[in-house]
């Protein structure tokens, strides 16, 4: 499978301000997923996008699936101390089983 | 309750010994999945079950050899151990013909 670009790697922000991050690949999928990982924890699903152009909300949370179908966008609104963590895109296409993983953005959060 | 869980959680061991990592999801997903994180925290399919049917083999060496003696089980056999191996082994399960996969806690193997 295809490692996708996600950017940025990291980000180091102070607790109220909004996070973007973002995630391209050189293919197109039919499914984006956002995934958080606590660390020593493993990925939890946070949204799942299905079709181009959908934009999709949790709580503070909202993602996009780029119309393109190359790329995916996720954004925090006001971020907490406990959005500290390893957020990942993962992209799949209908021709298999597999999700395709980008390198992640690790967020740090100061009080 | 726990939807996806993994045994041992840690697992420490020397080069050159064979180990085994558990599997078990009590979601009554059918698909079922082993992903290795690397130290750079980059995840990567290794293999993947339907209904107790290997669909996933990626390029991984055969000394690692899946196993699912149901679809609520996916068990991860690793002979010969070598340094490289050390990472975190992560189970996913999903519903039949969903993209969502569901993690478990993972576990952490360290080979000295």
């Known amino acids: 499978g295809q490692q996708l670009n996600q950017s940025p790697q990291s980000m180091f922000i102070q607790e109220g301000e909004d996070v973007s991050m973002n995630c391209t690949s050189s293919?197109?999928?039919?499914?984006w997923l956002w995934y958080k990982q606590d660390p020593g924890e493993g990925p939890v699903l946070l949204i799942a996008?299905?079709?181009?152009?959908e934009l999709t909300s949790n709580g503070r949370l909202t993602a996009q699936f780029g119309i393109t179908r190359k790329d995916s966008f996720l954004n925090i609104s006001a971020s907490i101390p406990s959005d500290v963590g390893i957020y990942f895109c993962?992209?799949?296409?209908?021709?298999?089983?597999?999700?395709?993983f980008g390198k992640g953005t690790s967020l740090l959060v100061t009080p | 309750d726990t939807a996806v869980s993994q045994t041992p959680k840690y697992l420490v061991t020397q080069m050159g010994n064979d180990k085994s990592i558990k599997c078990e999801q009590n979601?009554?997903?059918?698909?079922m999945y082993w992903y290795k994180q690397d130290s750079k925290k980059f995840l990567k399919i290794m293999f993947s079950?339907?209904?107790?049917?290997?669909?996933i083999n990626e390029t991984v060496p055969n000394r690692f050899s899946p196993k699912s003696p149901d679809k609520a089980h996916l068990n991860l056999h690793i002979n010969s151990l070598e340094l490289g191996d050390s990472a975190v082994y992560f189970c996913?399960?999903?519903?039949?013909?969903?993209?969502?996969?569901?993690f478990g806690p993972g576990t952490r193997l360290t080979v000295l």
């Open positions: 993962a992209g799949r296409s209908n021709s298999g089983y597999a999700l395709n």
């Open positions: 293919s197109i999928f039919n499914t």
């Open positions: 079950y339907n209904n107790k049917e290997l669909i």
């Open positions: 996008l299905y079709k181009a152009g």
């Open positions: 996913a399960s999903s519903p039949r013909g969903r993209p969502e996969q569901f």
């Open positions: 979601l009554g997903h059918d698909t």
